[in-house]
């Protein structure tokens, strides 16, 4: 009786979720299995069935898989080096040693308030040789040059995410009540020892949580390499793999750009899936 | 004592760290051309700020204005009606056992890994195909689809709507979606401000979908408007002021309500995050 209520909750989401999501992945499948042909030189162009023709470029095409290997690259070092930092800021919050925690925590958060593109637009100014209020720095060091330019968005998401991490790990250390921490207290632990022996591995869920945000994120990068386009030429058209996609769509080979969307999709969602589940076996061995 | 120090030192370093590329900017914008490269550039010469808000929402036709209202349109819009849908689905999901439950749920949670800007391209193909690629509607439809949202709201209704009220209602006589959108939603409430955050930001920073689908300027959002201006900067050398005055006045509204909101997205957090 009271299920007949279902499909006025369920219907509304899932007929979106079908058109805007479902269809369009189906839709990219289909396409990406298409090329296009042209009957002679100067011929009409039809689209003819491909098999896996495309995905056999795909796999051939030496700059997606360059683009591929930076992204891995950056992900390696920047997600850790980001979710460490806003494991130790959301503990030093935590551990009482902090006046004014209301302003840090606020201060710190900011940056994630601001859009990708604006945050690439600011740090693009600020590392610029003439412009930036680091000129020693800045003169001394190219930090958009071709060996750095990468570290330098590095940086540009590190800042704007930093916060964001730090708040989802601090809101699951505030959800542990305080007597667990009053026993090892008692016993003589330090602070640094209940941090790492208590704290961690009881907000170990959120930064699983975060990690697989971030896996998600590194491998979708776009604006700000986009944006830092304009500031380095050593920002190429296929930098990123989302770029190589918005660069083959513009061409436009929308095949192309379909297998290449595909294979991202998938190999995002693989390694986020194997992420997820390697880290729930290992908490139910424990 | 002198450990306090130390992370006092570590705190301070970092509120250096966050906040000074935002105090650049700001006092950026207070400056003309010749004081933007002349001067020092984390502190303010002559204050020009007022000259230069009203140079940027005058520059063609106002061109700027027209952005930031459809910012608010595309992400205001497709994140209120968003959560409203995202509620909907996950309040049943935790609330109501039906066939197909689990089904909904797993394809659902597989939606959440599949990242947003991978539909962006056959989203465009589709739309082209209608006719309609270049519209409005072509960011604002698909921007309203949010399986993390339903995700969190399926947990936030278990934590937070008691069966026995819910039971209670029924024997008063109250409908079902009578029930939901008069009560359940009250105790839902802090979720679904974390729900709207969360979405909020998700349409606020799809670059992509925008970029791919729109070649005509005023239906821009504003940051891929600001994006075009930065990419001209080299051969229109004035654009690069009201490029860091377009960044601020459409930073400043964003930043307000993250610091008001603040509260909701602790809790709101929290809760995703444990379970």
Not at chain 1, 170 to 176: R, T
Not at chain 1, 264 to 278: D, E, I, R
Not at chain 2, 258 to 267: A, D, G, H, S, V
Request: include cysteine; proline fraction near 5%; glycine fraction near 6%.
């Amino acid at each position: 009786m009271k299920n007949r209520a279902v499909p006025i909750f369920v219907v509304p989401f899932g007929v979106l979720f079908i058109a805007f999501y479902l269809v369009p992945i189906g839709y990219a499948v289909v396409q990406s299995l298409y090329k296009v042909e042209r009957s002679g030189t100067f011929g009409p162009v039809r689209e003819v069935f491909g098999g896996l023709d495309q995905y056999q470029r795909v796999f051939q095409d030496g700059p997606f898989w360059a683009s591929l290997g930076r992204v891995a690259a950056f992900g390696v070092v920047q997600v850790p080096v980001m979710l460490g930092i806003a494991l130790i800021l959301a503990l030093l919050l935590d551990s009482g040693l902090v006046k004014g925690r209301r302003f840090f925590r606020l201060a710190f958060f900011v940056p994630y308030a601001i859009p990708g593109v604006i945050a690439a637009i600011m740090w693009g100014f600020l590392y610029s040789p003439n412009l930036s209020p680091l000129k020693p720095v800045t003169s001394a060091i190219d930090f958009l040059s071709a060996d750095l330019v990468l570290w330098s968005i590095a940086n540009v998401v590190t800042w704007v995410y930093v916060g964001y991490n730090m708040l989802i790990i601090y809101s699951a250390l505030l959800a542990v009540p305080t007597e667990v921490y009053e026993a090892a207290r008692m016993d003589g632990a330090g602070q640094f020892r209940i941090a790492w022996s208590i704290k961690i591995p009881l907000v170990l869920p959120a930064i699983v949580l975060t990690t697989v945000f971030s896996i998600i994120g590194t491998l979708q990068l776009l604006a700000e390499p986009q944006v830092f386009r304009s500031f380095s030429s050593a920002v190429t058209s296929t930098y990123t793999p989302n770029l190589t996609v918005y660069s083959t769509s513009s061409i436009p080979n929308f095949n192309l750009a379909a297998a290449f969307s595909v294979v991202l999709a998938l190999t995002t969602f693989v390694l986020s899936f194997a992420f997820l589940k390697a880290t729930q076996r290992r908490s139910a061995e424990q | 004592m002198k450990s306090r120090v130390g992370v006092m030192a570590v705190m301070g370093l970092c509120t250096i760290y966050f906040l000074a590329p935002i105090w650049w900017l700001f006092v950026g914008a207070t400056k003309n051309n010749d004081q933007f490269t002349g001067t020092a550039p984390m502190w303010f010469a002559d204050f020009h700020l007022v000259d230069n808000i009203r140079e940027l929402v005058t520059y063609r036709d106002g061109v700027f204005l027209r952005w930031m209202l459809n910012s608010i349109a595309y992400t205001g819009g497709a994140a209120l009606l968003g959560t409203v849908l995202a509620a909907m689905c996950g309040y049943a999901l935790a609330k109501y056992r039906f066939r197909g439950r689990e089904l909904l749920f797993n394809i659902v949670l597989s939606g959440v890994l599949v990242p947003a800007t991978a539909l962006a391209l056959p989203l465009f193909l589709i739309f082209s195909k209608a006719g309609a690629a270049n519209t409005f509607w072509a960011v604002f439809l698909p921007s309203l689809v949010n399986p993390f949202g339903v995700y969190l709201a399926r947990i936030y209704a278990a934590a937070s709507v008691p069966e026995e009220l819910l039971e209670a209602a029924r024997i008063d006589g109250s409908g079902e979606v009578r029930t939901f959108f008069t009560v359940s939603t009250r105790l839902m409430f802090p979720a679904l401000v974390t729900i709207f955050l969360f979405h909020f930001v998700a349409v606020w920073n799809n670059f992509l979908l925008p970029l791919i689908m729109l070649s005509d300027e005023r239906l821009f959002p504003v940051t891929l408007g600001l994006y075009t201006w930065n990419t001209q900067v080299n051969q229109v050398p004035e654009l690069r002021g009201l490029v860091i005055v377009g960044a601020l006045l459409s930073i400043t509204p964003l930043v307000v309500a993250f610091l008001l909101l603040q509260r909701f997205w602790r809790n709101g957090l929290g809760a995703g995050a444990v379970k």
